[in-house]
């Protein structure tokens, strides 16, 4: 089987945390210019401002020279630039760094902030936070935490590092632990192990449960509760399907205070309304480094609010 060949390295620095963008030209294409490639492929941007970037330098190839208008087309050839990101509401909340070494940083990350750029999300996500708070350009996640889910997530130091740690993830090496804050259901009988199958589609914000092969395996069960109807829950996935813990604590009867998406889908709220988070957290990792062969056992500092006080946080 042929190796792709990896691309040059970004002649192009990153800005504010975040990477350039990077196309490739397809092999084979009835394009003159590289020009009118871009247009055709960035139809999101339009080709005024193509042609803007363009005339201003802001398109650079492999060796950081500017490409020019008129440029002829090459097949396989790489361009670099950065994307002028919307403006975001900054979330005020900060990330609390619990380990770092020279290899991984894991963080206690707040509630409404991304772990990654996406979607509107650029800026004001956990990656471009990090890497400018600490000055590491290199830092990589090595999973995800949903925006609305404060907790633990793992940052990998090192690129070539970062395929060790991300396959702890996926083959199910990493031990996570997870507390919520729901409604409490004294007659059912727990702890209960909750498998089915999840699927999320495209273009849907939710996820649900169908008839089949379950692929969705969690263990929970409340470890104290209130009189006022309200419980403190241990989660474990053995899984990691999107919205998981969430789509299964709602099968349960249960849903955790805070979803806007389980059981139904709430409008969205206006942008920068950080009121009542979705009381979720990743409570603990537990894994061996693939690097030094450490042991470690990580725990958020974080206090769900509504279990603290549920009236503060109603409010």
């Known amino acids: 089987m042929r190796r792709r060949t990896p691309p040059p390295p970004s002649p192009?620095?990153?800005?504010?945390?975040?990477?350039?963008?990077?196309?490739?030209?397809?092999?084979?294409?009835?394009w003159a210019t590289v020009r009118d490639h871009l247009v055709e492929r960035l139809t999101g941007a339009g080709a005024g401002v193509v042609d803007g970037m363009l005339r201003a330098g802001l398109m650079v190839g492999a060796d950081g020279t500017a490409v020019s208008p008129d440029a002829p087309y090459v097949p396989g050839m790489f361009v670099w630039f950065h994307r002028e990101p919307a403006a975001e509401v900054p979330v005020p909340f900060p990330l609390e760094v619990v380990h770092r070494d020279e290899h991984i940083v894991v963080v206690d990350k707040p509630h409404f902030l991304a772990t990654t750029p996406r979607g509107s999300h650029v800026t004001e996500t956990a990656l471009a936070r990090l890497r400018r708070e600490l000055g590491i350009p290199a830092l990589g996640a090595a999973h995800r935490l949903d925006r609305l889910t404060a907790g633990l997530v793992l940052f990998t130091v090192r690129p070539e590092e970062r395929g060790a740690y991300q396959t702890l993830f996926r083959d199910r090496l990493v031990r996570k632990v997870y507390?919520?804050?729901a409604p409490y259901a004294p007659g059912r009988a727990w702890p209960v192990t909750v498998r089915s199958r999840i699927v999320k589609e495209r273009g849907t914000p939710a996820a649900f449960e169908v008839p089949g092969e379950p692929n969705?395996?969690?263990?929970i069960e409340p470890v104290e509760h209130r009189p006022d109807g309200l419980a403190r829950y241990r989660l474990?996935?053995?899984?990691?399907?999107?919205?998981?813990?969430?789509?299964h604590m709602s099968a349960l009867g249960v849903p955790?205070?805070?979803?806007?998406?389980?059981?139904?889908?709430?409008?969205?709220g206006p942008a920068g309304d950080f009121r009542r988070p979705l009381q979720l957290l990743a409570r603990e990792?537990?894994?061996?480094?693939?690097?030094?062969?450490a042991r470690h056992l990580l725990r958020?500092?974080?206090?769900?609010?509504?279990w603290?006080?549920?009236a503060r946080w109603a409010g």
């Open 12 to 30: 192009l620095p990153q800005r504010d945390g975040i990477d350039p963008v990077r196309v490739r030209l397809p092999g084979e294409g009835h």
């Open 308 to 310: 603290v006080s549920y």
């Open 285 to 293: 990792l537990e894994f061996t480094d693939p690097v030094t062969g």
């Open 216 to 219: 969705a395996v969690s263990d």
């Open 179 to 181: 507390e919520a804050v």
């Open 300 to 306: 958020s500092g974080r206090v769900l609010e509504s």
């Open 236 to 247: 474990v996935p053995h899984t990691g399907q999107t919205h998981q813990l969430r789509v």
């Open 256 to 268: 955790i205070l805070g979803d806007p998406l389980y059981p139904e889908v709430a409008p969205p």
